[in-house]
């Protein structure tokens, strides 16, 4: 199996595939900023906004399931918010503190609505960048990034990871493959060696694969000399933002806009 | 699970949106920004035009590599994330171009670490690692000369501290916005990566013995001369110092660092202290006790530089011994 199958963009025909790749960029990213300035325990704030991805996700139609799994997938670095929960044992029996029976730990009401906000305002973000990924093809977000003033040579240079990532991907999984196949293990036996050898065998993996990769960019660039290239990358065509595009824009920026000034105000 | 092939997420260290405050998160942005911005300038020079196939590619490479495991022990397996491997071969202002794509192209594509966060996560892993790989590599080198072996020992140490400092830098943040009080974060980022450092450590030596074996000019190549060769010493020291200096400040409660110093490399005993962070928050005065914190920070840093300072003078000497 090849690792093409592993691109996250989903290909459909919906509105939301169709949206010019800048709007969708911005929308996104404002979206974000939206979540990120919300205060803590905003639920309505949250409600809203999970209302707004959701929306976009069923004109998607690219599967509520989908969106939820992959999203799922980025939470479990919630650990490390989780230790804002527990309250320091002074506070215990001073009304704000609840003590976990059994334990010396304390959980802090303040603690644990912070908590919460956070995990609110993280996955809310998280679908909104799934969503992105899932209806937007990678180029068109590069190109998308570009027109948006990200400087050249690091669209350049994104534009190449995702060219050859797939390839390397291919030849790293390659490489694990032999390994798998000169690692038999006899019955009864211990095999494997120490971590040390191990970790020196996967060491000469990644050098051989630094290598394979520095000698093809060298390949890749006479290439390029040799068809003319001369620094700059150039793209055949520049679409024009459609009025439907702006509108979206434009309605989608100001309903984020809205519900922060109304959240912050009230 | 098909993600997960191709993104083993082998360290907590990709920030999601919703963790960082909003002025943790703009610090961290002007910050990364100054830093690609002298790196573009920096690579146009050295690289040219060459400089798009050759960071991209390599670029995959450190994206694919990720993939390589090792099985330590029980299940759980080593990764490897390249930061040292990239400042060493290709030089430090390369490496963070190279690591800035692929950290954004990991936020972008499969979602790990967050949009509005990218800004502190490049800081942690395209910036400051590859800096401080690139330092501590340049100043064991220095140590012990052009000795066999020298290479793969500042090797083992510029990717064990890169990792580790970055780890710090990604704690503090969650510290400063708040998100995770710092008497606890510290340590416990600081202790898992002290061991996921390790496995680092091992396969960048493997990575660069295959290197020089069969490409030395890729590895002996030295990309800057002498003078500023030292400046990134004295850069990489730099930046781990002031993130010793720095931390206390991040954490209402000055205190937790100095349990850090005792619970350095114990994750579990890490669970202890349990602080309330206050939701409008403030800075400590510098009292004696943040005196004391940071003094602890800056001993640590040493203590780091001094082990590979006192291993490179051990070298040094069985090498004398035996001549």
């Not at chain 1, 990644?206 to 060298?218: C, D, H, K, N």
């Not at chain 2, 800075?283 to 001993?299: H, M």
């Amino acid at each position: 199996m090849h690792l093409h199958a592993l691109d996250t963009y989903l290909p459909g025909e919906s509105p939301v595939h169709r949206l010019d790749p800048r709007v969708k960029l911005v929308l996104t990213v404002l979206f974000i900023l939206t979540a990120a300035l919300m205060p803590d325990r905003a639920w309505l704030a949250y409600v809203l906004l999970e209302g707004l991805v959701l929306g976009a996700v069923l004109l998607s139609r690219v599967g509520l399931g989908v969106v939820q799994k992959r999203s799922a997938l980025a939470m479990p670095f919630l650990l490390a918010a989780l230790t804002v929960v527990f309250a320091r044992p002074e506070d215990v029996g001073q009304g704000q503190a609840l003590p976990l029976p059994g334990t010396p730990w304390a959980i802090s009401e303040a603690g644990l609505w912070r908590f919460l906000s956070i995990a609110a305002r993280s996955y809310l973000s998280v679908q909104a960048a799934v969503l992105l990924a899932a209806t937007t093809p990678f180029p068109d977000l590069l190109w998308g990034m570009r027109a948006l003033k990200v400087p050249r040579i690091l669209v350049a240079v994104g534009g190449f990871l995702y060219r050859y990532l797939f390839v390397l991907a291919d030849e790293a999984r390659r490489m694990m493959q032999a390994r798998e196949a000169r690692s038999a293990v006899p019955q009864g036996h211990r095999g494997g060696g120490t971590v040390l050898w191990r970790a020196r065998v996967t060491g000469a993996m990644a050098g051989t694969l630094f290598l394979r990769a520095y000698e093809r960019s060298e390949r890749i660039w006479n290439a390029m000399v040799a068809r003319g290239y001369d620094g700059e990358v150039r793209v055949l065509s520049t679409p024009t933002l459609r009025p439907s595009d702006w509108g979206t824009g434009i309605v989608g920026g100001l309903l984020l806009v809205l519900l922060l000034v109304l959240v912050r105000t009230v | 699970m098909l993600r997960s092939e191709v993104l083993p997420s082998p360290t907590p260290m990709h920030i999601p949106d919703g963790f960082l405050s909003m002025g943790v998160l703009i610090v961290c942005w002007v910050l990364s920004i100054i830093a690609i911005g002298l790196a573009l300038t920096r690579t146009r020079k050295s690289l040219g035009e060459r400089q798009v196939p050759v960071m991209g590619v390599l670029a995959a490479f450190i994206f694919a590599a990720q993939m390589l495991n090792f099985t330590i022990a029980g299940g759980t397996s080593g990764h490897f994330l390249g930061a040292a491997l990239a400042a060493i071969l290709l030089g430090p202002w390369a490496a963070m171009l190279t690591m800035t794509t692929v950290v954004a192209l990991q936020a972008l594509l499969f979602q790990d670490g967050g949009l509005l966060a990218l800004g502190a996560n490049i800081l942690n892993m395209a910036v400051i690692g590859p800096v401080v790989a690139y330092g501590f590599y340049r100043g064991v080198r220095t140590l012990l000369g052009n000795r066999k072996g020298s290479t793969l020992v500042a090797g083992f140490v510029a990717a064990w501290v890169s990792i580790v400092v970055a780890a710090v830098a990604c704690a503090m943040e969650l510290g400063f916005s708040g998100t995770s009080p710092i008497g606890i974060a510290l340590p416990a980022m600081a202790g898992i990566h002290a061991l996921i450092g390790i496995g680092e450590g091992l396969i960048t030596v493997g990575a660069l013995a295959l290197v020089t074996a069969t490409r030395p000019d890729l590895v002996e190549a030295e990309r800057a001369p002498a003078p500023a060769g030292m400046r990134w010493v004295w850069g990489g020291l730099a930046i781990a110092i002031v993130l010793a200096l720095f931390s206390p400040l991040a954490s209402p409660y000055p205190d937790g660092l100095e349990r850090v110093a005792e619970n350095l490399g114990f994750i579990e005993r890490a669970q202890e202290p349990f602080y309330e962070i206050i939701p409008d928050y403030v800075f400590p005065g510098i009292s004696n006790e943040a005196l004391a914190t940071i003094a602890a920070g800056i001993v640590g840093t040493l203590i780091v530089y001094g082990i590979a300072v006192g291993l490179a003078a051990l070298l040094r000497r069985r090498e004398r011994a035996a001549a």
